[in-house]
């Protein structure tokens, strides 16, 4: 279960412009995440770019495009952009113990976070999937 979050208001609405078809293209909970966050008043535009935003004294616009139609705007009082997340692994001498990241800078792992050299495990933003807190967290106590 997804818990109420205080982004719920009646004053305001909070909307989400991904370019993303899905809140966490990445897992298979997808659905059931957007369902519920529509449910606590959230409204998507997905498959949706930003292509600008004006900020005023008294709010900003945010310029979007859909990926198959015409620009749009939306006035708010805040813009928030979030541009998405990226393994950091560059410099962490995963070379120099014997670790290749894959194309899109990941560690490979099996399903026990194990490298490809022995005793070396890896967890949270280095390794395929969400990037998430509670999820390395989790990651984290898992194999222990």
């Known amino acids: 279960p ?8 009646q004053l305001w609405t909070l909307a989400v ?17 957007h369902k519920a966050l529509e449910k606590q008043g ?3 535009k997905p498959s949706t770019k930003v292509v600008g935003a004006d900020v ?3 709010g900003a616009t945010s310029t979007s495009s859909p990926l ?6 939306i006035d708010a009082d805040v813009v928030l952009v979030a541009i998405g997340r990226r393994p950091f692994t560059q ?3 995963l070379e120099a113990v014997g670790i290749q990241a894959d ?3 990941t560690i490979p792992t099996d399903e026990h976070l194990r490298t490809s050299v022995p005793n070396i495990y890896a967890i949270g933003d280095v390794i395929a999937g969400p990037m998430l807190a509670h999820k ?3 990651e984290g106590t898992r194999e222990l």
């Not at 412009?17 to 995440?33: E, M, N, V």
């Not at 198959?68 to 705007?73: H, L, N, T």
């Open 2 to 9: 997804i818990p109420c979050v205080p982004w719920q208001s």
């Open 17 to 33: 412009t991904q370019l993303t078809g899905s809140c966490l293209p990445s897992t298979s909970k997808s659905a059931d995440l």
């Open 42 to 44: 959230l409204k998507f």
């Open 56 to 58: 005023r004294a008294d």
């Open 68 to 73: 198959k139609a015409c620009k749009e705007s």
């Open 91 to 93: 410099n962490l001498g």
């Open 103 to 105: 194309k899109r800078g």
């Open 136 to 138: 390395a967290e989790e």
